[in-house]
């Protein structure tokens, strides 16, 4: 399944994806509520169970977050019923707004306003290997600021006093609910998702200030999406090729099994010092490739493209645009 944010009609919707279609949570609830679901799917015993999952589930949820606060049993139980009635509604008779073509809809990012964007650095071992950096005791960690959310299409705007921006790709953890003192084997538990982070930054601010928050937290620096996949999509997310291109050029290409911590890990470790939240993004590291440490290095320009690919998950295009 793969949850989406979407624009419909001005403003920002949360939908699933199904069948070339994205299916508004909202509207598919209120449908169920009024009762005018045609009796050949609302009899059937996996649709009923589903839509009394959803009705109990307390409200329809504005924005993604929300929609990730409702549970794993309720988000499963919305895929059996968006399932149904991609296979059952009439496109002429269905209820207005409740679907839309996925070719035809601005996808925005799937989580505007995370609560947390933490991010591990130097977590591939190809990558610590480009810079010669020594083996790691203990994962490094930084946060990136909320500002820097855009989504698929967007554009990278680059900021007037910086000449080194660079690219990483990322595969990204999306949290699924309240946890602190998690076990690492019960860490798959607090996923929601995955979806694709760009992790642009700023060299000469990130190398310069000699700690990384600034030039990690440009306005912009924190492309997302296109969706949130979940779980069941991704059987082992260890083993997922990951690559970035810029202009057509392949820059990076890797796997996640070249994660030097890998996600239960990360999500345990954390939590014995924060508490995770639904909405939160773990942005697990980027492989060896990035323009830096180029010979000459390669930093991003206006008019460039960059695209980030991950199997499984799909394909984050973003341009980028000068200040």
């Not at 988000?75 to 991609?86: D, Q, Y």
């Not at 779980?231 to 290409?253: A, F, H, V, W």
Request: hydrophobic share 35%; proline share 8%.
């Amino acid at each position: 399944m793969k949850f989406v944010t979407y624009e419909s009609g001005g403003q920002p919707r949360v939908g699933v994806v199904q069948d070339g279609r994205i299916f508004d949570v909202r509207r598919v609830i209120r449908y169920l509520e009024s009762g005018r679901v045609p009796r050949l799917v609302s009899q059937r015993t996996d649709f009923k169970r589903a839509s009394r999952t959803l009705r109990e589930g307390g409200c329809a949820p504005r924005d993604m977050i929300e929609l990730l606060a409702l549970g794993k049993a309720s988000r499963k139980a919305l895929g059996v019923v968006v399932a149904a009635l991609a296979k059952s509604l009439d496109p002429v008779q269905a209820p207005r707004g409740i679907f839309t073509p996925l070719a035809k809809a601005r996808l925005l990012a799937p989580i505007s306003r995370p609560g947390k964007i933490t991010c591990v650095g130097l977590n591939y071992a190809d990558h610590a290997k480009e810079q010669n950096a020594r083996s790691l005791e203990r994962p490094i960690f930084f946060l990136k600021g909320g500002n820097t959310i855009c989504g698929p299409g967007d554009p990278i705007r680059l900021p007037v006093n910086s000449t080194q921006i660079d690219y990483e790709a990322e595969f990204a953890v999306v949290i699924g609910k309240k946890g602190r003192l998690i076990p690492e084997e019960k860490a798959y538990e607090y996923v929601a998702g995955y979806m694709i982070l760009n992790d642009v930054s700023a060299r000469d601010m990130q190398y310069g200030d000699r700690q990384w928050f600034r030039g990690k937290s440009c306005d912009t620096f924190g492309p997302t999406g296109p969706w949130i996949v979940t779980p069941e999509e991704i059987p082992d997310p260890q083993r997922l090729r990951i690559s970035l291109t810029l202009n057509g050029e392949k820059m990076q290409d890797s796997n996640t099994a070249e994660l030097i911590y890998k996600i239960p890990f990360l999500i345990s470790y954390l939590s014995q010092s924060l508490t995770w939240e639904a909405g939160d993004i773990l942005a697990t590291g980027t492989p060896g490739g990035v323009g830096h440490y180029r010979q000459p290095p390669r930093y991003l320009q206006p008019g460039d493209t960059v695209s980030v690919s991950v199997e499984g998950v799909g394909t984050l295009c973003n341009p980028v645009v000068g200040p």
